[in-house]
């Protein structure tokens, strides 16, 4: 499917203020991007407990290396299959919630005490690949984890929650604390793309992210265009006009959620060409592909996902059956990816 860019603005910064005083903020979302990139560290490393996750997952009782982490009273959790319109039901969020709570569990148990050892991975059974620590279907967790916060926190979060009419029908006149709650809002949305950066710089290099700026990063096309779009629908909220705010909005829905797809496409395919060897770069790249395709349930392409949960749940069971992506074969992977590809149109 094809999406229109917008022209070019002639304001390249995501620079706004009023009476000298900048409108910006988006310190939440900053926050939880550095949460999240500490708790992948976390589910490398061997002493990491089930406890520990879940306090980095609720912030609850957890001293972060960061002290703008440790200064936020912000969440993973909280922010976790919850947009104001994500297309799933309560339940279905909650499924989602729980397959983070299952990782975690499953990661201190039986992944955490052979990172780092000699114990090598087989069909069934934990352990190391090279520098992969796989469980026992040969996933890798910090990677799932990873690619599946782009979909159930970054993209749900922008697309289905700030963007999203809940989030942006709301006041824009009383600026009583510095700016209006759409601008805030607004704002909120830029920084799950990019929250480690500030106005000035956004534009640049987004590699260090993580999450989905990481990811947008990789297609300049899509990432000029998002950029432009998050510029020139913030000037569309201080000049008041809806009508173009919601077509900027529509821009960004529909280019993130293309990415996604995309980079879901290409980690099936890299996985099924790498499938023979079963080395560190086969289990590495399906973990990845499968966090993208936990993602596609979040996406938004013209006011609709890609797939449903049902669809998505049905996609994660086949990586998941038997001994996982130790059974897995390239013409699976690659029907997978097929299916994918039609659905996006790409």
């Not at 000298?20 to 500490?38: C, F, H, K, N, P």
């Not at 001293?63 to 909280?78: E, Q, R, V």
């Not at 260090?208 to 950029?227: A, C, M, P, Q, S």
């Not at 996985?271 to 936990?294: C, P, R, T």
Request: aromatic share 10%; with cysteine.
């Amino acid at each position: 499917m094809q999406v229109v860019p917008p022209s070019r603005q002639t304001t390249t910064t995501y620079v706004f203020s009023h009476n000298g005083q900048s409108t910006v903020s988006y310190g939440g979302q900053t926050a939880r991007l550095i949460m999240a990139s500490e708790m992948m560290s976390a589910l490398a490393n061997s002493s990491t407990s089930e406890a520990d996750l879940l306090a980095m997952w609720s912030n609850a009782g957890w001293t972060w290396a960061s002290a703008d982490a440790n200064a936020s009273t912000k969440n993973i959790g909280g922010k976790t299959a919850s947009g104001s319109e994500t297309p799933l039901t309560s339940t279905e969020s909650a499924a989602v919630v729980a397959k983070f709570a299952d990782w975690f569990a499953d990661y201190a148990t039986n992944v955490a005490p052979i990172v780092g050892s000699t114990t090598m991975a087989v069909a069934g059974q934990a352990g190391m690949i090279g520098s992969r620590e796989l469980n026992a279907k040969g996933m890798e967790y910090d990677q799932i984890v990873a690619k599946s916060l782009i979909g159930a926190m970054c993209l749900d979060q922008v697309v289905n929650g700030y963007l999203s009419p809940t989030k942006l029908n709301v006041d824009n006149s009383d600026r009583s604390g510095g700016y209006t709650s759409m601008e805030h809002h607004w704002d909120e949305g830029f920084g799950y793309v990019y929250g480690k950066f500030g106005p000035e710089n956004a534009e640049g290099d987004l590699s260090t992210d993580g999450l989905l700026g990481k990811y947008l990063n990789k297609f300049d096309d899509h990432k000029e265009i998002v950029f432009d779009a998050f510029i020139a629908g913030r000037q569309a909220i201080v000049d008041m006009d809806y009508t173009e705010r919601d077509a900027q909005a529509l821009i960004i829905k529909n280019h993130l959620s293309v990415v996604v797809a995309q980079k879901a496409i290409d980690y099936l395919t890299g996985a099924a060409a790498d499938v023979a060897s079963l080395n560190g770069d086969y289990f590495h790249g399906l973990s990845e592909g499968y966090g993208f395709i936990m993602s596609l349930q979040f996406t938004n392409f013209n006011g609709a996902p890609y797939f449903t949960h049902t669809e998505v749940m049905d996609m994660i069971a086949d990586l998941e059956a038997g001994n996982g992506f130790w059974d897995r074969t390239s013409g699976e992977l690659l029907d997978m990816a097929s299916t994918i590809q039609l659905a996006a149109g790409l």
